[in-house]
């Protein structure tokens, strides 16, 4: 089968010279930032079409593209231009639309064209290749019903238990239906739902023959949806995510192009997969920072979504128990319609009931310090509060199961020599190295960098101490005040890989495990009906970030965190402790007033003039000379200056900075950065075009010598 060639778009051909086709190739290479310019042998030109693979020249060398857009143009203008060798695909690997949005997501996030192109192709593709392999190995056939392993499977577990509604999900499946297609926030407590309200309208979308997404925040968290969705909808699911194997991937891929699958799950990047028919994407916690591409395109998942389901008329769906404050103001501008969940649909059907307690309070019993004392080894005060304590004991004695939550990984965050100060520190990052007990290490978060830990001081010789906190010691703690108790670890030390935390999942759902200690891994989704204990050790952790979201993201961890408990039909109890029990986030969080929150936490951010109120961008430079990173980030913020009072605009927008980055020192990096904000992203846009576009700064990256960093509506500020 061969497509049809589509009418060109563009036909600047003079009617009596003879016409030629050209084609746009985006390369998937980070130095091309647009596309280039190829003519199309005429034994080629029907299957020159958008989205086909093809092999072009670029220079000495030969690389898989992607066609972006085809025209005619007259013959002797096309002799100037080198002609495409080789089209790789019997069938558009890319739709219309995904090259649409491609170019979208290239020209809001400033990224090269061709780098996001590369998010929507099967890996492999975008090195050298060697053109002989190509025919066989990545041929995409026309004719292939490949499915995935997952897909394979699903065919067995096809009839779904009729599931009973609540009143408010039926409505929101009806505002979601009867209208034409949306975009909604389904805002539901934790426990209401929402993921019944995503199946039962990906079914009814089913029906009428179209395609559903779901994005998911975390890898880990797919494994359950999987379960779920199979089971629900009785049609075999395509995974896509970065753990695949390159070979799986691309059978994913291939299977999507080819219309012989119709619901994908997957983690951010499978927002660009060529999902055909496309009907609904959801983005399931779509507050989770995680949702931002750290590296380029920075994009953020939940606004892409957003945008592709408006290029497909599609359903888009962000669901949150906690939603940002960027999806709330989306909903008061009106380009997102609210809909809420506000009741528990299973288990105790109340949310638990939270208790504070106050760290600083612990002072006044100078006597049960001594006694905690003694218990933990070493001289260390135990930080489980005598509360936290009781009622952990409560919970085992009566064969329940606790979580006990610390955003801190390792035993401890610092080792420090108590005579000298000495601090261990990592070489190429300007941050401590967290001490792991377990295994006699040192290990910087950033880099991975790791050292022997050592007792002595390198500088004095004297005894160092572990100071601060981490699962590994809270672990530890447990043991000790509770040897019989089985304790599992879920963070990113414990767990390496899928199967470890399935394996820990699994454990726990079947009652092998008395106390799980985790990190932010544990706030997520999970659903464990029998724990009717959750203690957060130490809520300040995440609000002494240095980011304006600071309070958010803690109110959100510490929401989703209380919402793992009394899933069941036993009450539960949550025990907050922390150092600042006045601070709003944790006041709220207490009473699990989501609307106080956002009110109080959007008066601050439209007072402070910081998004979702302005337009944001952070713009850093980086280099492994320390001071030619800070000249010239000096320099990007005083041309900029200049600008914006020569054209006038300086009402409009705000630049901040430069400042040494929090870490200031990243990989052997040294970090300058500059936040600006606009009132319109045009501005904003026009403000970005400007440093790109200054010959100090053009210069130095052209010789390497310093890495500039964009990142629109900048998420992970550190
Ligand atoms: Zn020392
Ligand atoms: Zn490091």
Redesign the pocket.
């Known amino acids: 089968m061969t497509a049809p060639l589509p009418i060109p778009t563009n036909d600047t051909a003079r009617a009596e010279e003879p016409v030629q086709m050209q084609v746009q190739v985006a390369v998937p290479l980070f130095a091309i930032s647009g596309e280039l310019s190829y003519s199309v042998p005429t034994e080629l030109a029907t299957q020159a079409i958008p989205g086909m693979r093809v092999i072009i020249p670029v220079g000495k060398r030969k690389f898989v593209g992607v066609i972006t857009a085809n025209n005619h143009i007259s013959s002797v203008d096309g002799t100037r231009l080198r002609p495409i060798e080789q089209i790789l695909d019997e069938l558009p690997l890319l739709s219309p639309e995904q090259i649409e949005l491609c170019r979208f997501v290239a020209s809001y996030y400033v990224a090269p064209f061709g780098e996001v192109i590369k998010l929507c192709l099967p890996p492999g593709t975008q090195a050298l290749l060697k053109t002989a392999k190509i025919g066989k190995k990545a041929k995409l056939k026309a004719a292939s019903h490949s499915h995935s392993q997952h897909a394979a499977q699903s065919g067995l577990v096809a009839e779904a238990s009729p599931a009973t509604l609540s009143p408010h999900q039926n409505t929101a499946i009806s505002t979601i239906l009867t209208n034409p297609p949306g975009a909604y926030l389904l805002e539901g407590v934790t426990g209401s739902g929402k993921t019944q309200v995503y199946l039962e309208v990906a079914r009814a979308l089913l029906a009428k023959g179209l395609s559903s997404l779901f994005i998911v925040p975390e890898i880990a968290l797919t494994e359950q949806l999987l379960a779920r969705l199979q089971a629900f909808l009785g049609e075999p699911v395509v995974l896509l995510h970065s753990n695949l194997t390159p070979a799986a991937r691309r059978e994913a891929l291939f299977t999507l192009a080819t219309g012989n699958a119709r619901i994908v799950l997957g983690a951010r990047s499978a927002l660009f997969a060529p999902v055909k028919n496309l009907g609904l994407i959801v983005v399931d916690e779509e507050h989770e920072p995680s949702f931002k591409q750290e590296e380029s395109p920075r994009y953020h998942a939940r606004d892409v979504a957003i945008y592709r389901a408006k290029l497909e008329s599609a359903i888009a769906i962000l669901g949150s128990a906690t939603p940002s404050l960027e999806s709330l103001y989306n909903v008061d501008c009106g380009k997102l319609t609210h809909l809420m969940l506000p009741e528990r649909v299973s288990g105790a059907r109340t949310l638990p009931k939270i208790e504070v307690v106050d760290l600083r309070a612990r002072k006044a019993h100078r006597q049960s310090q001594r006694e905690d004392r003694a218990k933990s080894e070493g001289s260390r005060i135990s930080i489980l509060s005598r509360p936290l304590k009781e009622a952990l004991a409560a919970c085992l004695a009566a064969k329940q199961q606790a979580l006990l939550f610390l955003n801190k990984r390792g035993y401890a965050g610092i080792v420090v ?1 108590d ?4 601090m261990g520190m990592c070489k190429e990052c300007s941050v401590s190295l967290t001490y792991y007990k377990s295994k006699n290490a040192m290990l910087c978060h950033q880099c991975g960098h790791t050292e022997r830990a050592t007792e002595k ?1 390198p ?4 005894d ?1 101490v572990a100071l601060g906190l981490g699962t590994e010691r809270i672990e530890d703690e447990v043991r000790a005040l509770f040897p019989d108790a089985r304790t599992g670890r879920l963070d990113r030390d414990a767990v390496r890989d899928q199967s470890e935390l399935q394996e820990l999942l699994t454990q726990t759902q079947a009652g092998l495990i008395d106390v799980l200690i985790g990190t932010q891994m544990l706030a997520k989704g999970h659903h464990f009906p029998n724990v009717t204990l959750v203690g957060v050790v130490l809520a300040d952790t995440a609000l002494s970030m240095p980011d304006f979201r600071a309070a958010e993201r803690a109110f959100h961890t510490l929401v989703q965190v209380a919402g793992r408990a009394g899933r069941g039909d036993e009450p539960a109890r949550v025990i907050f402790q922390t150092f600042n029990p006045e601070h709003p986030a944790i006041g709220f969080a207490r009473t699990h007033d989501t609307e106080g929150f956002v009110a109080y936490e959007k008066a601050i951010r439209a007072a402070l003039k910081k998004p979702p109120f302005v337009r944001s961008a952070l713009v850093r430079v980086e280099s492994t000379d320390p001071r030619l990173a800070k000249q010239l980030a000096g320099l990007v913020a005083d041309d900029l200056r200049v600008h914006i009072a020569h054209t006038n605009v300086g009402a409009q927008c705000q630049v901040l900075g430069p400042a040494p980055a929090p870490y200031e020192k990243l990989r052997g990096f040294t970090r300058y950065h500059l936040f600006i904000s606009t009132l319109g992203s045009k501005l904003r846009s026009q403000l970005i075009a400007h440093i790109q576009n200054m010959d100090e700064l053009k210069k130095s990256v052209r010789q390497k010598r310093c890495r500039l960093i964009v990142d629109v509506d900048p998420v992970h500020m550190l």
Do not use: I, K, L
């Open positions: 020599c005579t000298c100060g000495h001081c500088e004095c010789s004297n160092t």
